[in-house]
């Protein structure tokens, strides 16, 4: 892990950000862990790639954050969006904080378990928690009911239970549980 740098995406890092993102839809956790699939992702155009890059490296809603090895390979990758209270979120409920939202969540297969992940969160919370506006009151992400390993993983990461569970979308009647970690003191 020491070799590794965490770092926000570059805007004109698009087809490393597609590539990515395929490659974890592409897991076989991804059913799970995903709301798209491999399909709807590889459908996407160009220009669609070009505007997420863009929008998750400079804009003021969206953070995405790679972990890249030496030789300038993307090994994982979280997205934080930030949320405003009285909004609707990605699983058609009502946002009621000011907050981040966690997703895309994603480390390849052979660096899982190495503190890259850790690593990835860390950047995610630092961004959120040195945002002046809004001043966010807690990050948050969703986990599916079944995904075991992950909620295990948020759990070391300081992520609560928050009471919630919706459905998941599409889903068979599969729950997506909420996890939150509160703005530090």
């Given at each position: 892990m020491n070799d590794h740098v965490i770092r926000p995406i570059r805007a004109d890092e698009w087809e490393k950000v597609r590539d990515l993102r395929i490659e974890a839809l592409k897991d076989p956790a991804a059913?799970?862990?995903?709301?798209?699939?491999?399909a709807q992702a590889e459908s996407r155009d160009d220009a669609f790639w070009k505007d997420r890059a863009e929008g998750a490296a400079t804009g003021p809603v969206v953070r995405q954050f790679v972990a890249e090895d030496p030789e300038?390979?993307?090994v994982g990758s979280v997205t934080v969006l930030v949320e405003r209270a009285g909004a609707e979120d990605?699983?058609?409920?009502?946002?009621?904080?000011?907050?981040g939202h966690l997703?895309?969540?994603?480390?390849?297969?052979?660096?899982?378990?190495?503190?890259?992940?850790?690593?990835?969160?860390?950047?995610?919370?630092?961004?959120?928690?040195?945002?002046a506006e809004p001043r966010l009151e807690r990050v948050r992400l969703f986990v599916h009911e079944d995904n075991g390993r992950a909620q295990a993983f948020y759990q070391?990461?300081?992520f609560a239970?928050?009471?919630t569970v919706v459905p998941v979308p599409g889903g068979d009647g599969a729950m997506e549980l909420e996890l939150s970690v509160p703005r530090p003191e």
């Open positions: 059913p799970i862990a995903f709301l798209e699939t491999v300038g390979d993307w990605l699983l058609e409920g009502e946002i009621t904080h000011d907050q997703v895309g969540v994603y480390v390849r297969p052979e660096h899982r378990g190495t503190g890259l992940t850790e690593a990835l969160f860390a950047a995610a919370l630092d961004w959120c928690w040195g945002l070391r990461a300081g239970f928050a009471g």
